[in-house]
């Protein structure tokens, strides 16, 4: 088969699509004929050599899928061959075929063709474990997410505003901020033009966010902490803006906040296991009933990798870009 590999770190023309041996499918798992996979933060990082996959882990860069069930490994049941699934994976989605264990396969929801698929499993895996599952987002609540037109941030305006949350986003340029507008956004903040801090206090009669989805990490910890209202949660889930910084710990104690920081990739199985079967149960039917939607930018061959590389390096795209192996 075909894979993009990484024979050298370094800037997106170390992406090669060459040929690499079949995976097999192991005790508990399923062989996978990939029909897309999205392009993620992560994968930049592991091709430029900050973020190897975990041991055991396919070599290849991608952290999601979607295609047909070639053949199902020893011990699993609940699934068929041909059947079409999308997958949570530890690496190895830009390829012809990728192993997953079978516990991070979800059916393809109704209403989505197959190459489309490719843009859930780690946004909505992503999305639903921090700001539901551990930040505990409430109707009523206030949501600030950084990066609103990001493939993360799009899922997550559709979700929060799904189970009744007020939405405020961050974004860089007005055409992105409309497109959060439209996908149910109510408070938009121009990161280049605007103080988040104070625009989300104005927004909230002083109060703040309850919850704040935080991408950037180190560069907005203090002012994120400032933005959080009393008894809020900051969930951290990328260091874009460096990983390092000073906390506050008094003004974390007066607003008796708290901060969750997580990962998915490295996961043990069974927790990876648990967030899957969540989404599953919460998200694919609104999914199945169109109240939520995956927001794809475009759709590139997975050859042209180091171009969608590119275009996410150079933030030029609104939700996710897909790579299809046909």
Known sequence: MHAITIPEPGGPEALVWDEVPD?????????????ASAVNRADILQRQGFYNPPPGASPYPGLECSGRIAELGPG??????GEEVCALLSGGG???KVAVPAGQLLPVPGGLDLPQAAALPEVTCTV?????????????ETLLVHGGS???????IQLAKAVGAKVAVTAGTKEKLERCAELGADILINYREQDFVEEIRQATAGAGADVILDNMGAKYLDRNVQALAVNGRLAIIGMQGGAKAELNIGALLTKRAAISATSLRARPLGEKAAIVA???????PLLEAGHVRPVIDRELPMRDAPAAHRLLEESGHVGKVLLVTA
């Not at 699993?76 to 061959?81: D, E, L, T, Y």
């Not at 990001?150 to 997550?156: C, K, N, Q, Y």
């Open 23 to 35: 995976p097999v499918a192991g005790e508990g798992e399923v062989l996978v004929e990939v029909a």
């Open 128 to 140: 639903w474990s921090n700001v539901f599952m551990v930040a505990q987002l409430r109707p009523g």
């Open 94 to 96: 830009y390829a012809e």
């Open 76 to 81: 699993v049941a609940g699934w068929s061959v």
């Open 278 to 284: 969540a989404v599953r149960e919460h998200v694919w």
């Open 150 to 156: 990001s493939g993360i941030g799009t899922m997550a």
